[in-house]
C-alpha cells in the first residue's frame, strides 16, 4: 500500500550512481523509445541535456536527510543539464537516490520565513514576466526543534 508517492520524470541518482535517460539510438538498446521515431527526441537534443532550470529532491543513504534542489535559469544563472545537478546532488550532498521533478518555468522553490513566518519565493522563475501555476508540487512540513 503506498502512503507517500512524488512523480518525477526519471531517478537521475540510483544507488550513488548517475543514472540520466537516454533514447534508443546511438547504440542504446535498453533506451527510452521516441514517440513514432521522431528526430526531436533522440540523446543529442534530449531534455536531459539542455541548461535549463531544474527542481530535483535526494535521499542520503541513511534515509534521515531529504534534500531539495533547485536551480534557476534566470537573473543571469543558465541553468543546468540533468547530469551537472547528478553530479552535484552524488558529491555535495552524498545522495544515493534522486528523482528530476520538473524544469522549467516550473521550478519554483517556497521556504516560510522564520522572522515573519508569511511564506516567500525563494528563487526566480524562469517566467519572469508572467508567473504561472504549478499542478504538480511537494510540500514538506516539520515541527520545530524543541529546546
Do not use: C
Not at 63 to 84: P, R
Not at 131 to 139: E, I, K, Q, T
Amino acid at each position: 500500500m503506498l502512503w507517500n508517492v512524488v512523480s518525477g520524470s526519471a531517478q537521475i541518482v540510483t544507488d550513488g550512481v548517475k543514472t540520466i535517460p537516454v533514447y534508443k539510438d546511438d547504440g542504446h538498446p535498453h533506451g527510452l523509445l521516441t514517440p513514432g521515431g521522431a528526430v526531436e527526441y533522440d540523446n543529442t537534443k534530449s531534455w536531459y541535456n539542455i541548461l535549463t532550470a531544474r527542481t530535483a529532491i535526494g535521499i542520503t543513504r541513511d534515509n534521515k536527510t531529504l534534500v531539495i534542489f533547485t536551480v534557476d535559469h534566470a537573473m543571469g544563472s543558465l541553468g543546468m543539464t540533468g547530469g551537472e545537478v547528478a553530479d552535484i546532488l552524488i558529491r555535495d550532498y552524498s545522495i544515493v537516490n534522486a528523482l528530476n521533478l520538473d524544469g522549467g518555468g516550473s521550478t519554483s522553490l517556497a521556504m516560510e520565513n522564520p522572522s515573519t513566518h508569511a511564506a516567500e519565493l525563494v528563487n526566480v522563475s524562469d517566467d519572469i514576466l508572467q508567473s504561472r501555476y504549478v499542478g504538480s508540487n511537494l510540500a514538506v512540513f516539520a515541527n520545530p526543534i524543541q529546546k
